[in-house]
């Protein structure tokens, strides 16, 4: 069994980029792949990212993902900032046993 | 399009057990992909209860597997959750959702809130 770790919250401007940590506690991050959620408030979640680095059809290209194995974690990157990209976000992927695991979630506040 | 649509009652005594049923339309569940339960506290975080193949094979989350079943009606196109001996503690809204061969749900329903409480 395995957690992934992200920070509680994160802020920026509109226009600007930010980034949202997921550290896997155990295991290699490369070894399975890494989706992320974003939820508005009183949503379902939606996919921004799936496959670590795969967009949808219909999320902007300022979402990317990626996985850094050096610092076993994913990050989510979001450019351009718009105030319609406040929501929480939460990163999830598994194990070799199929179990899913999603990190605690981080609220993006746009300010 | 793809739609997932939960279903079950909204409050559940304390000891008794959780039942939810999910109505899936657009997709036939017999033709693949994989089969979810998450659920999420109210202002917390999303937690996985497990997940069923369409060849049958369950998958649960260690924490809930002692109480936790789910099951596959492919003739009525759902799958179900049940969940034993709840507590205050399994208040949550309940999602049920598709998995993809990635493992990650690409679609989900909207939700039911279901309350422990007697």
């Known amino acids: 069994n395995f957690m992934l770790t992200q920070p509680h919250s994160v802020s920026e401007s509109p226009g600007k980029t930010v980034t949202i940590s997921c550290t896997r506690s155990s295991g290699s991050i490369a070894s399975n792949y890494v989706q992320w959620y974003q939820q508005r408030p009183g949503s379902s979640p939606t996919t921004v990212i799936y496959e670590d680095n795969q967009r949808p059809s219909g999320v902007p290209d300022r979402f990317s993902g990626s996985i850094d194995s050096s610092s076993n974690s994913a990050s989510l990157t979001i450019s351009g900032l718009k105030t319609e990209d406040e929501a929480d976000y939460y990163c999830q992927s598994y194990d070799s046993t199929l179990e899913v695991v999603f990190g605690g979630g981080t609220k993006l506040t746009v300010l | 399009q793809v739609q997932l649509q939960e279903s079950g009652p909204g409050l559940v005594k304390p000891s008794e057990t959780l039942s939810l049923t999910c109505t899936v339309s657009g997709y036939s569940i017999s033709s693949g992909y994989y089969w979810g339960w998450i659920r999420q506290p109210p202002g917390k975080g999303l937690e996985w209860i497990g997940s069923?193949?369409?060849?049958?094979?369950?998958y649960y989350n260690p924490s809930l597997k002692s109480r936790v079943t789910i099951s596959v009606d492919t003739s009525k196109n759902q799958f179900s959750l049940k969940l034993s001996s709840v507590t205050a503690a399994d208040t949550a809204v309940y999602y049920c959702?598709?998995?993809?061969?990635?493992?990650?749900?690409?679609?989900w329903g909207q939700g039911t809130l279901v309350t422990v409480s007697s």
């Open positions: 959702a598709r998995g993809s061969s990635s493992v990650y749900f690409d679609y």
């Open positions: 069923i193949y369409h060849s049958g094979s369950t």
